[in-house]
């Protein structure tokens, strides 16, 4: 099972948008509408924030909003804060492997 | 309110077993899975293996069949993650939560640290 790929890192100054790329294959992305996203605060339990590619659960800015082209779903933060600077997970349903697949990961900066 | 409750932090040794908890509260425990997911020092995040509670049908991570056990008593409305010989690499932050429809994980537990020592 292998991970979806992420950017490393990302970084962007305050107020500006940034995007974050996710990408799979024909397996879990690129045909299944079951992309969510999780922002992980350091020393914090994640926390969803965007699921079924577009939905933002109630409670959740909507500087931020998700897409998918492809076998690539993304995440953008608009109108970047101080308090948006944390590790960013994708997941993804996938039907080559038993269970959901997560990215690797995106520490964002907010310079 | 829906809350997931873990079990707090151990220090263990090499050897040694270990069953920590995650209980569910605030919905029906039986009508939603319950996954949980590793993830190591300054590493990502890792699903395990998901259990439903209604008829505890479990799926596992191939990297993780046969390493961990996972079960749930509903009876309790709790979920249980367990090892029979821990190893210094299973040291980690260990995360429950309540997957639901789609495949979003909408509620998290506050995770368990395990730290095992040789």
């Known amino acids: 099972q292998s991970a979806l790929t992420q950017p490393a890192s990302v970084s962007g100054s305050l107020g500006q948008s940034i995007t974050i790329s996710c990408t799979g294959t024909?397996?879990?992305?690129?045909?299944?509408?079951?992309v969510s996203w999780y922002q992980q605060h350091p020393g914090k339990a994640p926390k969803l924030m965007i699921h079924d590619v577009t939905n933002r659960p109630s409670g959740v800015s909507n500087r931020f909003s998700g897409s998918k082209s492809g076998n690539t779903a993304s995440l953008t933060i608009s109108g970047l804060q101080a308090e948006d600077e944390a590790d960013y997970y994708c997941n993804s349903y996938s039907s080559s492997a038993t269970l959901d697949v997560f990215g690797t990961g995106t520490k964002v900066t907010v310079l | 309110e829906v809350q997931v409750v873990q079990s707090g932090a151990q220090v263990k040794k090499s050897g040694e077993s270990l069953k920590i908890s995650c209980k569910g509260s605030?919905?029906?425990?039986?009508?939603?899975?319950i996954g949980w997911v590793r993830q190591m020092p300054g590493r990502g995040l890792e699903w395990m293996g998901i259990i439903y509670p209604g008829d505890s049908d479990t799926r596992y991570s191939p990297s993780f069949r046969g390493q961990v056990t996972i079960s749930a008593d509903k009876s309790i409305s709790t979920a249980y993650l367990q090892w029979r010989s821990l190893k210094a690499s299973d040291t980690a932050i260990y995360y429950c939560?309540?997957?639901?429809?789609?495949?979003?994980?909408?509620?998290w537990g506050q995770g368990t640290l395990i730290t095992v020592s040789s």
């Open positions: 939560a309540r997957r639901g429809g789609g495949g979003k994980v909408d509620y």
């Open positions: 024909s397996s879990d992305v690129g045909t299944y509408n079951y």
């Open positions: 605030g919905y029906i425990f039986t009508d939603y899975w």
